[in-house]
T-cell receptor, first 110, second 114 residues
């Protein structure tokens, strides 16, 4: 069964304390892996797309990496405004379906 | 370029009623997907439309239905509402919905069923 699992469920960091979020997946025919940021009561905001193992993408304090079984979202020196829920999604299969993880809720304290 | 828009933003209904939600995709996008988001279940895929045809469907009962118009705008309908239908309903659009295309989400419609 196609599945996407994110860990941890919640993460509390002090401002400036770097960490990583994990997204592991078991799907057939990976077409792409996506990271989104979601603020409370809002729709997910697109961050990155990764297509193949070994690929890396960066944006400000965020860096996403991809292996054959998982992806990491590294957050370097986070600020309170980075507090949000980070969602991972995988597009896979002949019908290019999307499968979302349950998210990691990040709280960065000043 | 305008983003994905959804109307209404908030809705309160009672059990047994029906509701219609609307989504206007980004200009030029022809694929529209609908998701239900709840604290317990996360984001769950409802269905996807492309060129006025339902191309993919999630595991939701037949009370949930949708359609897409020739201008790619989409509507979602839920009949005989149940308390458990209270959720944030999200619409996402992409160019064709095919391989590795990014989906862009709207702000969602918050539905509360009393």
């Amino acid at each position: 069964e196609d599945q996407v699992t994110q860990s941890p469920e919640a993460l509390r960091l002090q401002e400036g304390e770097s960490s990583s979020l994990n997204c592991s997946y078991t799907v057939s025919g990976l077409r792409g892996l996506f990271w989104y940021r979601q603020d409370p009561g809002k729709g997910p905001e697109f961050l990155f797309t990764l297509y193949s193992a070994g690929e890396e993408k960066e944006k400000e304090r965020l860096k996403a990496t991809l292996t054959k079984k998982e992806s990491f979202l590294h957050i370097t020196a986070p600020k309170p405004e980075d507090s949000a829920t980070y969602l991972c999604a995988v597009q896979a299969g002949r019908k290019s379906k999307f499968y979302f993880g349950s998210g990691t809720k990040l709280n960065v304290k000043p | 370029k305008a983003g994905v828009t959804q109307t209404p933003r908030y809705l309160i209904k009672t059990r047994g009623q029906q509701v219609t939600l609307s989504c206007s995709p980004i200009s030029g996008h022809r694929s529209v997907s609908w998701y239900q988001q709840t604290p317990g279940q996360g984001l769950q895929f409802l269905f996807e439309y492309f060129s006025e045809t339902q191309r993919n469907k999630g595991n939701f009962p037949g009370r949930f239905s949708g359609r897409q118009f020739s201008n790619s705008r989409s509507e979602m309908n839920v009949s005989t509402l149940e308390l458990g239908d209270s959720a944030l309903y999200l619409c996402a659009s992409s160019l064709t919905g095919m391989s590795a295309e990014t989906q862009y989400f709207g702000p969602g419609t918050r539905l509360l069923v009393l």
